[in-house]
């Protein structure tokens, strides 16, 4: 992610089946702060799958998976990470002969789903198919009964994509410009939804607010789903969430699509501007995958890394991401790793740029 940011404090007032949230946000400081974003100059990283232990193959030869395998998603079904991971899941059930069973384990911006799994018997049959929140930003910006670093092995990224601003359609606004001016004239008037407090969709949102000079009101769901679906339903007037998510209702009448987080447009939407084209310097993207319980073994790490790797270069798969503004990707285990760290250090200084309070 790219853009400098002040957000203030967090203000949480009750309201029914969801918590809203207060930001009053202030123009941007003009120095940026530069999140790792994937191109497709990182596909390449998908050619060292040919690395991967020659173990793998003896494994795969019947000691694993004998069994089910579950894949636990961190979040509610329907969204960005849970139609990855059922895609990927799909095809590893096909390819190793046992099921690659999804489960929504939802809460606490990811960290319920995670800490599952860390907590997990290291057997190869508990799985994370995650994101950057609940690895890298939740960890820092509260506390957790699990360590990312020590309890979760990075395995292989599956996907990654931009966020794409989507508003409702009813408001008298067709361009970023003008949607900016209408919030100006409106302080405090609109809502906006995001999937949970302190995740990427969040974290991307308020640098774009901040960064704008916006003051908007901030409702929480607890993932892109429901976010996604209180845009449809006209409950809010804003969603930055995912290409994914919002690729789905880009024909229809309900919503506008405005801009694209990334520096260039998509192909997909060859009219719709990128935010950079008004704040020179923003850009943001997303990664999703599988991660294992630390203590797994090499050799099933090996296996799933590789049939990853599989999955994001099959036709149909790769034809249904596209479709999704999603970048298929498919890494060695050693190769996320360095993502990760590259995200873990640009991450914190977002958020530091956010104003958001990091755990030290």
């Keep these: 992610m790219v853009a400098a940011a002040v957000e203030r404090p967090l203000h949480f007032e009750a309201r029914p089946e969801i918590r809203k949230s207060r930001y009053h946000m202030q123009s941007a400081n003009r120095s940026t702060a ?4 994937l191109t497709r100059r990182a596909a390449c990283l998908g050619m060292g799958a ?5 173990l793998a ?21 329907g969204g960005n990470t849970d139609m990855m991971a059922r895609l990927a899941s799909q095809y590893m059930s096909e390819k190793l002969g046992q099921p690659f069973v999804v489960e929504n384990r939802a809460g606490g911006g990811g960290s319920v789903g995670a800490v599952a799994v860390a907590k997990a018997q290291p057997d190869g049959y508990t799985l994370l198919f995650g994101a950057s929140t609940q690895i890298i930003n939740i960890p820092m910006l509260q506390k957790v009964s699990y360590d990312p670093e020590k309890e979760l092995m990075p395995i292989s ?7 794409l601003l989507g508003i409702k359609a009813s408001l008298p606004v067709n361009t970023l410009a003008e949607f900016i001016a ?14 949970g407090v302190g995740g990427n969709v969040h974290l991307n949102t308020a640098l774009f607010i901040s960064r704008a000079g916006l003051d908007m009101v901030a409702v929480p769901y607890k993932s892109g789903a429901p976010a996604m679906a209180a845009l449809v339903a006209g409950e809010v007037e804003m969603y930055f969430g995912n290409a994914s998510e919002l690729m789905q209702q880009a024909d229809s009448k309900l919503i506008k699509i405005l801009a694209v987080s990334t520096l ?10 990128t935010v950079a084209e008004s704040y020179p310097g923003f850009d943001t993207s997303s990664w999703n995958g599988f991660f294992a319980p630390t203590g797994t073994s090499q050799q099933i790490v090996d296996i799933v890394a590789r049939e990853t790797t599989a999955a994001a270069k099959e036709p149909a798969i790769v034809e249904r991401l596209n479709n999704l503004a999603i970048l298929p990707f498919g890494t060695t285990p050693g190769e996320f790793r360095n993502v990760i760290a590259s995200s873990r250090v640009a991450n914190r200084q977002a958020m530091k740029a956010a104003g958001l309070p990091i755990i030290e």
């Design 50 to 54: 040919a690395l991967l232990s020659p």
């Design 264 to 273: 260039q447009r998509l192909p997909q939407l060859p009219n719709v501007p």
């Design 57 to 77: 193959a003896s494994a795969s030869d019947g000691t694993w998976p004998t069994r089910a395998v579950t894949v636990v998603v961190p979040y509610a079904p």
């Design 182 to 195: 209408y919030v100006k004239a409106n302080p405090g008037k609109l809502n906006y939804s995001t999937a």
């Design 157 to 163: 990224i599956f996907g990654a994509g931009p966020y």
């Design 34 to 37: 530069k999140l790792p974003v």
